[in-house]
C-alpha cells in the first residue's frame, strides 16, 4: 500500500510539516485559527532536531498498538491503522506500546491519537502536499 | 571609530494576527534576520540583515510576512542615490572594490524591448505548429562553403564537428563553486533530457556528473581549473573562455570558503585557497596565440569536438569576432554586458561592455561583410529573459542562445543579487550543505525541463506566426524585425527598419 515516507537527505528541518498536519487534524479552515485561537493544534508528524526525520506512523503489518488495545477501538481499514474515538477509553496502552512513538495522547486528554493518513481530510497527506522540498513522499514502496 | 548609518535596504512586515510562531522564517534564513523572542513569545526581525531573497515570505504558512524596501531612507536626490551613498560610506569603512552579483540592475536600454516581431498575414499565411511541422533544431559549427570529392569524384560528405540542440537554446556557463552541486545536477539532467548542452564554467567537472558528458561542455578559462585530458574529452564541446559579459577584462575570484573538499578536488586547488582566474590567459596576447590554445585542445580531442570561444561584448566585437571566426574556432559565444555572474565587481558589472542586441548584429554583420560567417555558428547571451528575446536574438544573426538567469530563476532563484555572500537561502549560489540541501534536483531539474520546453512552445508559435517553419529560416532574417522608438543610428547598427518603414 501507499505510504508515506521521507527522503532524509531532503528533508531541511523546517518543521513545517508539522504545523501543516496539526492543522489538517484541527479541522479549521484557516491555519492561523488552528493555532491563534488557544486550542493547541497538535501534530501528528513530528521533525526531531538535527537527524531531520519525521516520524509518523508506519502503519504496521501487525500492529501492536492494535493489539493492545483494551477497547478494541484501534482497527485496519484498507492498510491504514485507524482509532474509533467513540470506542476509546483514554488508557493509552497504544501510546506505551507503540515502537515508534507515533500515537499520543489527543489535546481533549480523552482519546489516543494518530497519523491515519488525511484520509478523514480529503484523502492525500497535508505533510507530503506542503513539504517545500518534496522530501515527504506518499508512494508505494513494496511493504505490505 | 565614526558613526556609520546605513538604513537598512529592506523592512520585514509581519502581520502579528497571522503569525503562528511556527519559526519556520528562523529556521530558513541563512542571513539570521528572523527570531523568536521566548519571553514575549513572538517573531522578531533584524531588518538590516536582509537580503530579500524571499524565502520566508514563500515558506510561511499563513502568508503572515512581507518584505518591502525601506522607507526611512537619506534625503532624496535624483544624483547622489541611496546606493551610491551607502556605497561611499561602506567603501570608507573597508578600503574595497565593491562586489555585486547577477546582472546589473541599472536602467540601461533593453533593445529587445525596442524591437517588434513581424507576422503573416494573407499572402504567406502563418503556420499552426500544433498542426505543421517546426523545426527547431539547431547544428552548432562550421558550415561547408563547397562541394568537395574525392579521387573517384565521390562527394565527400564528411563535416566539420559540431552540436546538435533539439532547441536553440543551452544553459551558459556556471562553474561547480559559484553554485551548487545540486544545481549543477538539475542543469545536467535537464540537458539531457531536453537534448541541448549545459555548461560547466570554470571549476571543472564534478566526478559525479562525467556520466552527463554527450550533454556537456566543458569550458577552459583562464584560471584552467581542473583542465586535464579527460575533463576535455568528457565534453561535447570545448568553451575556451576569454570574457564574460557582466565583468569584460576582469577575471574571477571564488573565495577560499566556498573552496570545500568536492570543489577542490574538481578545480585541482587545494581545499580553502582562492581560486583566482587571471583577467587574461597567461599564454593569449593574440589572435595567434588564441589560435594555438584552440588547436591544443582539438588535438587533445583528437578534432572530434567543436571548439567554442566566449567573449563579452566590448567597443570593438565585431573586430574581434571576426579574429576569432579566423583563428580556427567553430563557434562564438557572444555575452552581453546585462548578463550575469556570480560575482562581480560592481563599478565593472554596471558600467563596462556593450548591449547583446547591438554586439550581436555589429558581429553577424561583419562575418557576413567578410564572407565568413559560414565558419562559425554564434550563441548569443547575456540577459536572453524570454523566448521572444531568444526569436529577436535568431533573427539578429544568432544561431542559438545561452541562458542562465533564467535557468536560475526555474530553479528558486528570486534574484536578490546577493551570491557573492555565500549564503544563498534557495541553496543554489552557496557550498553550505544544509543550504544546498534545499535545492532538490528532483524538483528543479524538472522545472527546468518545463521552463525550456515552454519556450520552444513559443518560439515555435512565434515562428508560425511569421510564417516559418524552420529555426535555420529564421536566422538572420532581419526583415522580421522592426525597431519601435530607436534613433537612426540604432536601427542602422541592429540593421534593421522602423516600425511602418
Redesign the interface.
Known amino acids: 500500500m501507499k505510504k508515506v515516507y521521507v527522503n532524509e ?2 528533508c ?5 510539516c ?3 498536519c496539526a ?1 489538517a487534524n484541527s479541522g479549521e479552515t ?3 485559527r ?3 485561537l488557544g486550542r493547541d493544534a497538535k501534530p501528528k508528524i513530528r521533525v526531531e532536531d538535527k537527524i531531520n526525520f519525521a516520524v509518523q506512523c508506519r502503519h504496521c503489518d501487525d500492529p501492536l498498538c492494535m493489539k493492545n488495545c483494551i477497547a478494541g477501538a484501534i482497527s485496519k481499514v484498507d492498510g491504514v491503522v485507524k482509532i474509533d474515538r467513540e470506542k476509546c477509553v483514554g488508557c493509552f496502552t497504544c501510546v506505551l506500546s507503540c515502537p515508534y512513538g507515533c500515537i499520543a495522547p489527543d489535546k481533549d486528554g480523552h482519546s489516543a491519537t494518530k497519523c491515519e493518513l488525511c484520509t478523514q481530510n480529503g484523502g492525500s497527506p497535508a505533510c507530503v502536499q ?1 513539504c ?4 515527504i513522499v506518499y508512494e508505494e514502496r513494496g511493504e505490505a | 571609530m565614526p558613526v556609520n548609518y546605513f538604513p537598512a535596504e529592506f523592512e520585514v512586515l509581519r502581520n502579528y ?8 522564517c528562523e ?2 534564513c541563512a542571513n539570521e534576520v528572523h527570531w523568536y523572542d521566548a519571553d514575549f513569545g513572538k517573531m522578531l526581525s533584524h531588518d538590516e540583515k536582509c537580503v530579500d531573497c524571499q524565502r520566508c515570505v514563500s ?1 510561511c ?2 502568508s ?1 510576512l512581507k518584505i518591502r524596501p525601506n522607507e526611512n531612507a537619506f534625503r532624496k536626490s535624483a544624483n547622489y542615490t541611496q546606493p551610491l551613498m551607502t556605497e561611499a560610506y561602506r567603501q570608507a569603512g573597508t578600503g574595497s572594490v565593491l562586489l555585486s552579483s547577477m546582472g546589473t540592475p541599472k536602467d540601461y536600454p533593453v533593445y529587445w524591448d525596442k524591437i517588434l516581431l513581424n507576422a503573416s498575414q494573407v499572402t504567406n499565411p502563418p503556420i499552426d505548429p500544433l498542426r505543421e511541422p517546426m523545426e527547431t533544431r539547431v547544428f552548432l559549427g562550421k558550415k561547408p562553403t563547397k562541394m568537395k570529392f574525392d579521387k573517384n569524384g565521390e562527394l565527400d560528405l564528411s563535416l566539420e564537428p559540431s552540436l546538435t540542440l533539439n532547441v536553440p537554446i543551452m544553459f551558459s556557463a556556471m562553474s561547480y563553486g559559484s553554485i551548487s552541486k545540486n544545481a549543477h545536477e538539475s542543469l545536467a539532467r535537464a540537458a539531457e533530457e531536453l537534448g541541448t548542452y549545459y555548461n560547466t564554467g570554470e571549476g571543472g567537472l564534478h566526478k559525479d556528473f562525467y556520466k552527463f558528458g554527450a550533454n556537456t561542455i566543458v569550458q577552459v578559462a583562464s584560471g584552467r581549473f581542473g583542465v586535464h585530458k579527460d575533463y576535455l574529452n568528457a565534453g561535447a564541446a570545448i568553451e575556451i573562455k576569454m570574457g564574460q559579459g557582466a565583468k569584460p577584462g576582469i577575471g574571477g575570484h571564488l573565495p577560499g570558503e566556498k573552496i570545500k573538499e568536492d570543489v577542490a578536488h574538481t578545480r585541482m586547488i587545494p581545499r580553502g585557497t582562492d581560486a583566482i582566474s587571471p583577467a587574461p590567459h597567461h599564454d593569449i596576447y593574440s589572435i595567434e596565440d588564441l589560435r594555438q590554445l584552440i588547436f591544443s585542445v582539438k588535438e587533445a580531442t583528437e578534432y572530434k569536438k567543436p571548439v567554442i570561444v566566449k567573449i563579452a561584448a566590448v567597443h570593438n566585437v565585431a573586430a574581434i569576432a571576426s579574429g576569432v571566426a579566423r583563428s580556427g574556432a567553430d563557434i562564438i559565444a557572444i555575452d552581453g554586458f546585462r548578463g550575469g555572474t556570480g560575482a562581480a565587481p560592481t563599478r565593472i558589472r554596471d558600467n563596462v561592455g556593450i548591449p547583446i542586441e547591438l554586439a550581436l548584429a555589429a558581429v553577424d554583420g561583419r562575418l557576413r561583410h567578410e564572407g565568413i560567417r559560414n565558419e562559425v555558428s554564434i550563441v548569443a547571451a547575456g540577459s536572453i529573459r524570454c523566448s521572444s528575446d531568444a526569436v529577436k536574438a535568431i533573427a539578429l544573426g544568432a544561431d542559438a542562445v545561452y541562458i542562465a538567469t533564467p535557468a536560475l530563476l526555474a530553479m528558486g532563484c528570486h534574484l536578490c543579487r546577493s551570491c557573492h555572500t555565500g549564503k544563498c537561502n534557495w541553496g543554489i549560489a552557496t557550498q553550505n550543505p ?1 543550504l544546498v ?2 535545492l ?1 534536483p ?2 528543479a531539474y524538472h522545472r527546468l525541463v518545463n521552463l525550456v520546453t515552454a519556450w520552444n512552445h513559443e518560439i515555435q508559435e512565434i515562428m508560425g506566426g511569421m510564417g516559418i517553419n524552420s529555426i535555420e529560416a529564421l536566422r538572420g532574417n532581419r526583415l522580421m524585425l522592426r525597431g519601435i522608438g530607436l534613433t537612426e543610428k540604432e536601427l542602422q547598427i541592429l540593421g534593421i527598419l522602423h516600425a511602418g518603414e
Open positions: 537527505e531532503r531541511l528541518g523546517c518543521h513545517l508539522e504545523f501543516y492543522f484557516e491555519m492561523f488552528a493555532f491563534r506542503n517545500i522540498n518534496g522530501a | 494576527d497571522k503569525c503562528i510562531q511556527c519559526r519556520a529556521r530558513q515558506i504558512p499563513t503572515a544544509e540541501k534545499r532538490n528532483d524538483i
